[in-house]
């Protein structure tokens, strides 16, 4: 896969070839170092025209703030991701916004799937919004969330978004397992909507607390039972959106399921 990144703040991604920056720790480092990933940074002044290298203006119709402009990105996005630099055409634009659609372990997964993705980070209050809809009459543009708060720039944004499709390329995780089974895995996996319940190891008692005896019965199918009931008392508790999500579902929650939540105090709409 190739990853490229415009940036104002090349900086932030260090040198990935040297080990810096989020790029070049953990699995993101070794799918570079592997060849796996083919990551580009690239300073989007670079392709500002003027003696200050400027890169933003104030907005037009007035308040705070600027706004990124539009030929600056264009020329950088034509270069980077341009039928040139892209010959088959399989460029995906992924930008960082918080008025983007949701980024969810789906959306992950179908990044993990492509063969080049190029993410451009705005900074100030965004970037001039014909950029995304001039591009997406060429390719595949998705603005994108990782959550409902505000970031300076989507520099973190990004560096967040490759670490969750890093993990899923093919030999980047040493367990291949536990990509398909850890919270909102995106396998067939009969967790699938959960969050994860707790974990535990030994020693079997720390501290005067126990490790839950299910877990040391050797009755697998117990222990599966356990863990399901654990992770949606879990969720019931912390995402309940998530439980109304399933309950919609007609495969989401078998007859054990509703009785867990529904003694957890759980009510369906
Ligand atoms: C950004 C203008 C982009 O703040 C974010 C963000 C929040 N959730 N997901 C992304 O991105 C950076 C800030 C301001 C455009």
């Known amino acids: 896969m190739r990853v490229d990144i415009v940036t104002i703040f090349p900086d932030y991604f260090g040198s990935h070839a040297a080990g810096e920056g989020p790029l070049g720790v953990s699995l993101i480092g070794k799918a570079g170092g592997r060849g796996d990933i083919d990551f580009r940074v690239h300073d989007l002044r670079g392709w500002a025209t003027d003696v200050h290298n400027t890169v933003d203006d104030s907005p037009f119709g007035g308040g ?148 839950p005896p299910v877990l040391l019965s050797g009755d697998h199918g117990a222990i599966a039972r356990w863990r399901r009931d654990e992770a949606l008392r879990r969720t019931a508790e912390v995402r309940p959106d998530l439980v109304t999500s399933l309950a919609a579902d007609p495969d989401g929650l078998d007859a054990r399921d509703r009785e867990v939540l529904a003694e957890a105090g759980f009510h369906f709409a």
């Open 64 to 211: 705070p703030g600027m706004v990124m402009k539009p030929d600056v990105w264009g020329d950088a996005l034509d270069a980077v991701a341009g039928d040139s630099a892209d010959p088959g055409g399989t460029a995906r634009l992924i930008v960082p916004t918080p008025s983007g659609q949701p980024f969810t372990q789906d959306l992950a997964a179908s990044y993990a799937a492509e063969r080049h993705l190029v993410f451009a980070c705005g900074r100030y209050e965004g970037i001039d919004s014909r950029v995304p809809a001039e591009v997406r009459t060429r390719m595949a543009v998705d603005e994108v969330s990782i959550g409902d708060y505000v970031l300076a720039g989507g520099e973190a944004a990004v560096a967040v978004m490759l670490e969750a499709v890093c993990r899923l390329l093919p030999g980047v995780l040493g367990n291949e397992q536990s990509a398909a089974d850890d919270s909102f895995g995106a396998g067939a996996g009969k967790m699938r909507g959960l969050l994860e319940g707790p974990v535990y190891t030994r020693p079997r008692s720390w501290r005067g607390i126990e490790v």
